[in-house]
C-alpha cells in the first residue's frame, strides 16, 4: 500500500461513516448517547475538508492529521479512542513509504493499542475492543501464513464483523453502556460496529494492490 491506496482507505471510510451514520446512532441509541453516528460523520467530514492537502502527505502524516482531526471534532468517547488509535498507527508506520502485510498487521496493533491506552478497555466488556482484538489475530495469522494484502485485510475484516456481532449477548462494563446493567445485554456495540466498518474499507482499499 501506499498514500494513495491510505487515502482511497481514509475516502472510503468517510463514504461509509456517512453512510451508517443512522445505523451507528441507532445502536448506540439502544445502549449509549444516541450520537455515535452523528459524532463519527461529524469527525469524518471534518478529516474530508483535509483531503487535499493529505494527498501529497507521507503515510504516517495523513493518519496523524486523521488522528488529531479526531481528537478536536468527535464528541463523546470516540474522539479520543479513535484519535488516539490512528496517533499510535501513524508511528507504527512513520518512515514508510510502502506497505506490505507485516506493516499493516504492526499497524492494526498499534491502532487496538491506542484504544486500549485511552479506553483501558479488555476483551469481553462489549467495547471497540471486542472487534479490533479479533482482527488484529486474523491478521496476524493470515500474515503468518504468507497470505498477501489483500488477503491479511480481508481477514482482519471479517474477525472485526464477527467480533462486533459477538457483542450482542455481552454485559457491558466499560462506558455509557455499563450503567444499563442487564439491559446492554441484546444489542450490538456501536464502537465495535464503526471500528468494523473502518477495517472493511481497509480491506476494499487493499484489494487492488
Not at 15 to 23: G, H, P
Not at 68 to 73: A, D, E
Amino acid at each position: 500500500m501506499t498514500n494513495k491506496d491510505i487515502m482511497r482507505w481514509l475516502e472510503r471510510t468517510a463514504d461509509v461513516l456517512r453512510e451508517n451514520r443512522t445505523f451507528l446512532t441507532d445502536l448506540d441509541a439502544a445502549i449509549g448517547d444516541a450520537d455515535h453516528g452523528i459524532n463519527m460523520d461529524r469527525g469524518f467530514s471534518a478529516v474530508r475538508d483535509k483531503f487535499p492537502a493529505m494527498a501529497t502527505m507521507d503515510m504516517a502524516a495523513q493518519l496523524r492529521t486523521v488522528g488529531s482531526t479526531l481528537v478536536s471534532t468527535v464528541g463523546g468517547a470516540g474522539g479520543p479512542l479513535y484519535g488516539t488509535a490512528y496517533l499510535r498507527a501513524a508511528g507504527a508506520i512513520a518512515g514508510k513509504e510502502e506497505l506490505d502485510s507485516a506493516d499493516i498487521v504492526a499497524m492494526i496493533e498499534a491502532f487496538l493499542g491506542g484504544v486500549v491506552a485511552r479506553g483501558k478497555a479488555q476483551p469481553g466488556e462489549k467495547t471497540m475492543v471486542d472487534a479490533l482484538t479479533p482482527a488484529l489475530n486474523a491478521a496476524r495469522q493470515a500474515q503468518g501464513e504468507g497470505a498477501t494484502l489483500a488477503q491479511v485485510t480481508n481477514r482482519a475484516a471479517e474477525a472485526a464483523e464477527e467480533g462486533a456481532k459477538a457483542t450482542i449477548p455481552m454485559l457491558a462494563t466499560k462506558g455509557r453502556a455499563s450503567y444499563l446493567g442487564e439491559r446492554s445485554i441484546g444489542h450490538q456495540d456501536p464502537g465495535a460496529t464503526s471500528s468494523w466498518l473502518i477495517l472493511r474499507c481497509l480491506a476494499e482499499s487493499s484489494q487492488s494492490t
